[in-house]
């Protein structure tokens, strides 16, 4: 498996080039959890909850990316867009990964990980593996 962001570098700057390394640098952490009630994992004969998924980032990360691409393409016209033909958005990430970006923004930068609208648009555009959406 490999990190899905690596093949992928275009000149970025500001923020965009603060979360790509970031996400970078994440995905190389072996911790290996539940991505469903997210504690850490120890063989044991009980499950950890009702519904576990038991792996580390780039496992998680690859599972919704994959997912994604499945929905990009079949919801495309049929809730990409709405009748005024403006785009409806979704995203779809690791949560642990929102989590840890939002702190790693507020420890770091003191700032939170999406101001506005713009940002977050920009953010899926940089990183269309997370958009459900086709065309940003
Ligand atoms: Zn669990």
Redesign the pocket.
Known sequence: MNNPFKSHQPLEKGKMKLIRKFINGWLQDPLVY?N??G?PYFPSDR???D???IGNNLQHCWAIIIQNKARQKTRDNEYGSNKDNTLRIGASLPEKLIRDLEQYFHENHKQKLWNNQKEFRLFLKSFPQFAICERI
Do not use: G, T
């Open positions: 539940c469903s009630c504690i499950d950890c909850c519904n576990p998924q």
